[in-house]
C-alpha cells in the first residue's frame, strides 16, 4: 500500500546535508550509467553552491531517500525567473510509495513561490518510466496547439 503524500515531508537541504545529496545524485548516475564525478567531488560543490541563490536542493524521507535540485536563473521573457528541475531521484526501494511526487509538487510550489511561471524539465526520450510521471503530473513536451515535440540540444565546451 502506497504512502499517503502528506506523510511524505520535503525539506530544503542546507550545505550540511551536502554528502547526503551527492551521495543520492552519485547514486542516480550510477543507475543509469551516466558519468558521475563522485560524491566527494559533488559534496564539495554542493557545500559552495547550495548556500547561494540560483540551486534549491530538496530531500524527502528520513533517511533521505530522495532528491530533486532545481536551478533558477534570469529570465527576459517572464517576469520571474527561469525555473529548471535538474535532478529528481528516489532510491530504487523506495519508488512507486509518492516520494517522487512529493518532490516533485515541492518543486512546483518553490518555483512558484520565487516568481517563475513554468517548470522546465529535461527527460532523456528512451526514458519512458520518467516521461510518463511528468506527463501523469501535467507536463508536456509541446508548446500548445504544436504538433510536434520540442527538443533540448546541448554541447560539450570541454
Excluded: K
Excluded at 503524500?5 to 547526503?20: F, I
Excluded at 535540485?69 to 535538474?86: T, Y
Excluded at 532510491?91 to 518555483?111: K, T, V
Aim: net charge negative; charged share 25%; glycine share 8%.
Amino acid at each position: 500500500m502506497a504512502t499517503p503524500l502528506h506523510e511524505h515531508l520535503v525539506r530544503q537541504a542546507t550545505a550540511a546535508d551536502a554528502a547526503v545529496v551527492a551521495g543520492l545524485l552519485d547514486a542516480f548516475n550510477r543507475e543509469f550509467d551516466t558519468p558521475s564525478p563522485g560524491p566527494h567531488v559533488l559534496t564539495a560543490r554542493l557545500r559552495r553552491m547550495i548556500p547561494g541563490d540560483h540551486l534549491v536542493v530538496l530531500l524527502t524521507g528520513e533517511p533521505a531517500v530522495g532528491v530533486a535540485v532545481l536551478s533558477f536563473r534570469p529570465n527576459v521573457w517572464q517576469e520571474g525567473p527561469a525555473a529548471i528541475l535538474d535532478e529528481l531521484y528516489v532510491r530504487p526501494g523506495m519508488r512507486g510509495q509518492r516520494f517522487g511526487l512529493a518532490l516533485l509538487e515541492a518543486a512546483c510550489r518553490l518555483a512558484r513561490e520565487r516568481g517563475a511561471e513554468t517548470l522546465e524539465i529535461n527527460v532523456d526520450g528512451e526514458d519512458t518510466d520518467a516521461r510518463r510521471f511528468y506527463e501523469a503530473h501535467g507536463f508536456a513536451n509541446s508548446e500548445p496547439g504544436a504538433p510536434e515535440p520540442m527538443f533540448y540540444y546541448y554541447r560539450d565546451l570541454v
